[in-house]
């Protein structure tokens, strides 16, 4: 296996046992969870909190806009 950079891409990482991405369900659960919670969002933010390389948590924080009366 090389480890050179081809076309500009850095080298892919060394195996650490994992199954490849889209095997593990945990995974895809987690990427369920993040899709549901930027759906719809317009101003805000969604956090992932990782540990151990695994999503444990997802936070969605929303902001509503005001708009400004005329008085």
Do not use: F
């Not at 950079?5 to 650490?16: K, N």
């Not at 899709?35 to 695994?54: C, H, K, M, P, T």
């Amino acid at each position: 296996m090389s480890t050179k950079p081809t076309d500009g891409q850095p080298p892919a990482p060394a195996s650490t046992g994992n199954p490849q991405p889209g095997t593990n369900t945990t995974s895809d659960s987690a990427l369920v969870r993040i899709g549901d919670a930027l759906r719809g969002l317009r101003y805000g933010s969604v956090l992932a909190i990782v540990q151990d390389g695994v999503v444990i948590q997802v936070e969605r924080t929303e902001k509503t806009r005001l708009v400004k009366s005329e008085r």
